[in-house]
């Protein structure tokens, strides 16, 4: 396995949430946060529901320790209205460029939907 492969298989995987041009939310995971976002402002690898709505600002983003955990706790927050959206993204207390630690959010984003 290359340096690259070892790397990419050991980074953590980041539940993130970015705003849209036309003002809307996209919710995904990736294990590399900066190319996942060039990619839905420039690639053709951008989600299709991201590619007419350019650019997209990230606004939220939390740890898993694996992709299932990214996976299930996406599904939940895809799940979630709007208005609970909204109140996960103002709960967090982390810079769009840095992904959260443990423990670095205002309130535990969970406690936001109890079904999450």
Known sequence: ????QTEAATAPWL????RCRDNTLYTGIT???????????AGPKGAR???????VTLVYCEQAPSR????????CIKKLKTTRKHR???????TPTRPPENNQTREDPHDIDSDC
Do not use: G, Q
Not at 15 to 18: E, F, G, P
């Open 1 to 4: 396995m290359s340096d690259i």
């Open 15 to 18: 539940i993130y949430i970015v």
């Open 31 to 41: 294990n590399d946060l900066n190319k996942r976002i060039e990619e839905h402002n």
């Open 49 to 55: 529901y991201t590619r007419s709505r350019r650019p």
């Open 68 to 75: 299932s955990v990214a996976a299930s706790r996406e599904n």
């Open 88 to 94: 996960l993204i103002t709960s967090s207390i982390t």
